[in-house]
């Protein structure tokens, strides 16, 4: 049971490949463009990013790979935030500190 676990926990912190990484992405920066238009301006810039981005994550030494990589990363997060959604509204974030004993009753 425990080794099942230990097997299931390292398959969902693991990242797809990278061209379903890529793939991924693109489908979400069309899917962007098309659902908002003019209030998802950067799309194509977006797009070509990416496509600059796409030869440099798989060839080269694993150091430039890697650069790549991070830069994937970087382009990620700045077209997933530029969603209209996102970026148009602010976003309320609330902590709470939760006494130990409610913390045991979950």
Known sequence: MMAAAMVASSIAVAKPPIAEQVDSLRAAIADLMADFGERYPRGQEFLRSLEALQPRLT???????????????????????????????????VVRQHARSEVLRL
Do not use: H, K, M, W
Not at 63 to 83: F, K, V
């Open 59 to 93: 060839n080269g030494d694993a150091a430039s790979q890697q650069a790549a990589r991070t830069e994937l990363e970087a382009l990620r997060r700045r077209a997933l935030a530029a969603n209209p959604l996102v970026s148009e509204a602010p976003i309320l974030f």
